[in-house]
């Protein structure tokens, strides 16, 4: 299949050189990004990009898809409260067909809001990776394991996880791939730790875990440990190149100095980490200081409560100005990394996605600028400021992923809207009624 | 003019008892509503609001409609060199005319976005005023008032107020009203803040002041006159009730106290104050718990970057989670209320709008659900839930102001969009470039 997307008012290329090109087309062949610049137009899909600005699609690298039917069910509550009284009662009465819709419905919203890739923990996976690849999103699915030191529960949270590796490995999609998802170091023993370790590096995948997402969660475990969480896991030898350290938000100096040494990739939640107020504020700039790869996630829409990437993108740069005291911490450039070629590099993907460079697949998103919210548009580098301050995942009017159009004009091509949100609907009453 | 919105799927009223309506009709004669339940369809306009819900339209106690033009001009800048190097050489290049097409631009985004009500503060006030009337908005508009300390100016810009508030008397508008504008205590006399005073008192209008944004502003203030800003405003007689503080970040208890005692209203700006990252978060909540009015502003775009009131208020419930520990902080019908009738009764109009209640103008906007990021509704009070937490100001589909539609179905009545946005493109070329 063919693409050509041309004459696009600016193209933000995420290239290393960051470059943004002005009135530029962009040639797509077999899924990949073939030519950019002037271009033929002879192609089977030929979209038009004047007034609108192309960028490579967003990535998300921490969702709980499924949970896209507990938005809005139980708000301002308390995490531990709000898990035990709301969460997890529903979370008993999951089934595979509900886990589908509500992925289904996560999947439609991140169309909509131009999110290209995912990483999901959940359960039911085999559900969600039969939506995703309706849906035509690029993802990274993991299954929960909880074994809450009950080496019963282990045993079944292993046999659990390695049929849902299986169902992935026989699915032999090159868009959806499969990370171990050992939950938390608090929710899961030594042995699961190590063994998902293990598995991750035999496959050479990654792993997807919560790590110090509140102060109480912290404090609790150096309580019960005499440690913390990070160093707990730096000696067991959990920490690695592979992880993906979702939240990381309770981190002192030190831990940051562990990330770093042992090259962990993190996911950092700012949305739902105020929504929950679990306490304090990442460390990003100090993560980024030392290198450590920061990319972004939303977490569920259950503690978001959606799942637009741009809505995270400007939060995020509004707390970490805020809590500095300091307006020119992480500038908007910056927070389209970490959405872009940051997340790529969290999930091992930066080869393939993250970036508009020739070779790369091509999962790219236009942003209509023909919205109040976007005008004037002044030009240059202010355009990022524009889709990061000012656009919301709603300006997006195109999404492709791996040179497939998943929406194109506004319109979706891989999904039916209407059937999508009314199956969703239905199955969130199935679960709550 | 008669309007019957039939069948909406939710009234959130925003009256005394918050009362939420399901499957309801609301009916407008006259600018006003004078029915809420069910209605005959016999009407000018007959709005099918199936699928949605309706709400009062939100309302803005803050913004500088014109500097839509500078939005994305300049970001991640301190403050003060944002203001020398990029805002205050701009705006000494403004005209009426480059106003006007701002402010259009401005109005424009807000119908959009369920804006129906506003504070504005800026220059060429008449111009001002001609694209608020053409748009078809509610506002009050005040001339910034900054004299510097200099007797001349203070002169110059007394001749201005008046000569504002005289055009705006003048149009004999219901819905365009005028406010004093005294810029703030660090930029104008004393003589100045009292005549601004006066003038309020004889015409019954508001005091439109920033006061306390920053950290720097508050201690180089009390660096210079011994005493901190609101403290100094007692002291010379400005507090009122008539007065809308803005911002009002750097305050301790006791001035707090000192609101409260003379019923001062605040506007709230929560995204502008991180952006700018001045220092601090405003004490919302202290505020609220003495009974100091609190309402919402988005600020001017330039330091926001939009006007959407629902990304305002969904930050706004975020960020004082986050910065309190504790997620139970502005639950969401807390938040909606900031945005209705606090506004309202900021700007001395509750007995007008912010509530769907029998015998108020009408200023209503219609939120359409079928949205991926408003799917499932779980029902009652979840739908402000929704609203807060999950919807943007481009899930609005219908606006109407004092029984006048301005959007219906998403297509604009008021305004020719494309030629706003054109025109607006042009005027801040001119102003830029």
Not at 53 to 78: C, E, K, Q, W, Y
Not at 153 to 178: W, Y
Not at 290 to 298: A, H, I, Q
Request: hydrophobic share 40%.
């Amino acid at each position: 299949m063919s693409i050509v997307i041309r004459d696009c008012d600016w193209v933000v290329t995420q290239s290393p050189s960051r470059e943004i090109l002005r009135d530029c087309s962009v040639r797509v062949e077999d899924g990949r990004i073939v030519k950019i610049g002037d271009s033929e137009h002879d192609a089977e899909y030929v979209v038009d990009g004047s007034g609108k600005v192309l960028l490579p699609g967003l990535i998300n690298t921490h969702t709980h898809l499924s949970m896209s039917l507990m938005r809005g069910f139980a708000d301002d509550m308390r995490l531990q409260e709000w898990l035990e009284t709301k969460i997890w009662p529903l979370e008993r009465r999951l089934t595979g067909e509900v886990c589908y819709h509500g992925a289904l419905l996560g999947c439609l919203e991140m169309i909509r809001t131009g999110t290209t890739c995912f990483m999901d923990m959940y359960f039911f996976l085999g559900d969600v990776a039969r939506a995703v690849e309706e849906a035509g999103l690029r993802a990274i699915l993991s299954h929960a394991m909880i074994d809450l030191f009950d080496s019963k529960r282990s045993e079944t949270q292993r046999k659990m996880t390695q049929e849902a590796l299986d169902a992935i490995k026989a699915l032999g999609s090159r868009r959806v791939g499969f990370a171990m998802g050992p939950h938390a170091p608090n929710t899961c023993s030594e042995d699961s730790l190590l063994w998902a370790k293990e598995v991750a590096e035999r496959e050479g995948i990654p792993i997807h875990t919560h790590i110090a997402e509140t102060r109480h969660e912290q404090a609790q475990f150096e309580k019960e440990k005499g440690m913390s969480e990070v160093e707990y896991l730096e000696k067991i030898g959990f920490l690695s190149p592979r992880l993906v350290a979702v939240h990381s938000v309770f981190l002192t100096g030190k831990e940051v100095e562990l990330y770093a040494k042992n090259r962990v990739k993190v996911s950092h939640c700012p949305v739902s980490n105020m929504k929950l107020a679990g306490g304090g504020v990442a460390p990003v700039r100090e993560m980024v200081s030392r290198n450590v790869t920061v990319s972004l996630g939303t977490d569920g829409a259950a503690s978001n409560n959606c799942l637009d990437m741009f809505d995270t993108m400007k939060i995020c740069a509004l707390v970490h100005k805020a809590h500095s005291w300091d307006p020119t911490v992480l500038p908007a450039q910056q927070v389209l990394d970490l959405a872009t070629i940051e997340g790529a590099r969290a999930l091992g993907l930066e080869s393939r996605v993250g970036s508009i460079e020739v070779g790369k697949e091509a999962d790219l998103i236009l942003v209509d600028l023909k919205s109040p919210n976007l005008v004037p548009i002044h030009g240059g580098n202010t355009v990022v400021s524009d889709l990061v301050y000012a656009a919301h995942g709603m300006n997006v009017d195109s999404t492709i992923v791996a040179g497939k159009p998943l929406m194109l004009n506004g319109r979706l091509l891989a999904l039916d809207e209407e059937k999508v949100m009314d199956e969703a609907s239905r199955a969130a009453l199935a679960l709550t009624g």
